[in-house]
């Protein structure tokens, strides 16, 4: 499992890719039933072998910010607008889903979407055949699959639709990974987990992130478990982009602690003591 959080961590690697990213979110606008307005000029880097985090309340623009990298947009109704995301250099927010799932880019989705009639390694499987490769070769990322999680190998036959949330999380990622990404885009991995579990799946993330060279962008309310393990962080707000930088400065930046990680100099306060303008004054004026 992975070292302490409390640990340190070298950001250089990752962050050098900065000036040539893998993917690159260029000033896109989105819009929902072509009068709903989303997104508003957000652009962000993810570069190559790199964790990034995209952080931000609910109704931030997170989410929608993944479908328009993975051209899910369209069914529900919404479309880019302005703007360009591209990935290796080619423009992507326009292209078939598959053909992303094909170059290497795939979304985990908020909620742990699993097929609740299917056992756990059923569902690792349905990750595996986005692929041209032989039996062999299935059994052994299917193996390496359960290296990482060796809970899902407890429970390889039952159904998923019966495990707990943090099994279903990690059967979403797991088959994720089934499917060789280079990129994989992770929609609120805590969302409803126990903080025990929280520190766990970060912890797998960071591992196949290390070890097996997985670029992840990941959407995420909880900024204090993100900022620990991201090496380079965007903080959201109705749809932009208000503060960036790396982790670990973002973790130490007054406004971050005290509206994100509810700290300030004084200590510990309410979010109920903060008022919104100030946030906005301080930050975007």
């Known amino acids: ?6 640990q340190a961590r070298s950001d250089a690697a990752p962050l050098a890719g900065m000036d040539d990213p893998l993917l690159d979110v260029s000033n896109i606008e989105v819009i929902y039933n072509h009068v ?13 072998g790199g964790i990034t985090a995209l952080l931000g309340g609910n109704g931030a623009g997170k989410t929608t910010t993944l479908k328009a990298i993975s051209a899910l947009l369209h069914s529900e109704r919404g479309e880019v607008t302005k703007g360009r995301v591209s990935y290796r250099g080619e423009t992507v927010h326009n292209s078939d889903p598959a053909d992303l799932v094909r170059k290497g880019v795939i979304q985990v989705m908020e909620g742990r979407h699993c097929f609740e009639h299917l056992t756990v390694e059923e569902n690792l499987l349905t990750g595996f055949y ?4 032989s039996k062999a070769e299935m059994n052994a990322d299917l193996e390496k699959v359960y290296s990482y999680f ?3 190998k407890e429970r390889r036959k039952s159904q998923a639709g019966y495990t707990s949330g943090g099994e279903q999380q990690m ?6 990974m089934m499917a060789k990404p280079e990129t994989i885009l992770l929609d609120e991995p805590s969302m409803g987990l126990a903080p025990q579990l929280v520190e766990e799946i970060f912890g797998i993330v960071k591992e196949l992130n290390e ?4 670029t992840f962008l990941l959407a995420e309310q909880n900024t204090n478990v993100a900022l620990r393990f991201a090496h380079y962080g965007y903080i959201l707000e109705s749809g932009r982009v208000v503060m960036d930088g790396p982790a670990a400065e973002l973790r130490e930046n007054p406004d971050v602690k005290e509206f994100y990680l509810g700290m300030s100099d004084e200590g510990r306060k309410s979010f109920r003591d903060v008022r919104s303008y100030r946030r906005r004054k301080r930050w975007l004026s």
Do not use: D, F, N, Y
């Open 130 to 133: 986005t692929r041209k490769a």
């Open 150 to 152: 060796p809970r899902l």
């Open 171 to 176: 059967c979403a990622i797991g088959r994720a």
């Open 211 to 214: 070890r097996e060279g997985v």
């Open 36 to 48: 709903i307005l989303v997104l508003k000029g957000v652009s962000l880097k993810v570069p190559k």
């Open 1 to 6: 499992m992975s070292q302490p959080l409390t």
